[in-house]
């Protein structure tokens, strides 16, 4: 019985509804899954009344942008209260703070007589988390620069006339706003961010655990990374990161964790009912 702890759903990037990502997950066999959208917990709901009576459990799930420096680090929370409103408050933030930011881009760009819708932006980036290369697309598009990458260097980048500073939360603060919706915090994909020390550095912070088995992990990321859950205590989950693309794409149930993961989850959450004992930290 294995679970796939990290899909993503129309409510962020992803192609399918929460529905049609029960189904597929049904259809692969899984026994449990979560939703763990960008920033937002808003399609938790929908995924839990399309899981009843199927026989599949889902965790309610969210993945948090954070940055440290300039890197982007995920933090995914689970047995998150979803009705919470700091929670929600704070998601909220993450997801307006991107949108002002483009909207005083456009205005940067404005001002050196550069004109870009903003609504023809928003619906380039569609559910996508909106950013500069969405910017930069549409410069590029629209024959401001030559190439993106061109309209990147000589106006967006930091530094550059059009840049302006992201409203961003560090990793510690996801955690923390994970942690106080009552739910567990893990570290993302660690094999694609590169960033060990700040892992380490979460433990401190209250961090449950560390996603080991992802798509885009090599064997010996995964190894790397079973071994530092295994020392730090931390619970070793997956997931397939799926954004229900067919084809290049990674599929749901292409990475997954066996059941007792999200038990160990579910102990480490304030989930857990008062009168069990606090369970194993690691699996
Ligand atoms: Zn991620
Ligand atoms: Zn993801």
Redesign the pocket.
């Known amino acids: 019985m294995r679970a796939d702890l990290?899909v993503?759903t129309r409510y962020s990037d992803g192609t399918l509804t929460p529905a049609e990502t029960v189904a597929v997950a049904v259809e692969s066999g899984l026994a449990a899954l979560s939703i763990?959208d960008?920033d937002t917990v808003a399609g938790t709901a929908e995924a839990a009344a399309a899981a009843e009576g199927v026989g599949l459990i889902t965790i309610p799930g969210v993945?948090v942008s954070a940055r440290e420096g300039p890197y982007d680090v995920?933090i995914l929370g689970y047995f998150v209260d979803t009705a919470d409103a700091d929670l929600i408050e704070f998601l909220r933030l993450l997801a307006e703070g991107r949108l002002a930011r483009a909207r005083v881009i456009l205005e940067r760009l404005a001002a050196m007589d550069i004109h870009l819708d903003f609504d023809e932006l928003t619906d380039r980036a569609a559910a996508h988390v909106l950013g500069r290369p969405h910017i930069a697309a549409l410069l590029a598009e629209q024959g401001h620069a030559a190439t993106p990458q061109e309209a990147f260097r000589q106006l967006l980048r930091k530094g550059a006339p059009a840049y302006v500073e992201p409203h961003t939360v560090t990793p510690e603060e996801a955690v923390a706003a994970i942690l106080r919706a009552g739910g567990a915090a893990v570290f993302?994909?660690p094999g694609l961010i590169g960033l060990d020390h700040c892992l380490r550095g979460l433990v401190e912070c209250g961090l449950s655990g560390v996603e080991v088995y992802h798509p885009y992990h090599t064997p010996d990321q995964v190894e790397r990374y079973a071994a530092m859950a295994a020392e730090l205590g931390l619970i070793a989950t997956g997931g397939s990161?799926s954004h229900g693309a067919v084809g290049s794409a990674s599929r749901i149930g292409q990475a997954t964790c066996p059941m007792e993961v999200v038990e160990a989850l579910r102990l480490r959450s304030r989930a857990r009912s008062s009168s069990e004992e606090e369970g194993p930290r690691a699996v």
């Open positions: 990290h993503h763990t960008h993945e995920h993302a994909h990161d």
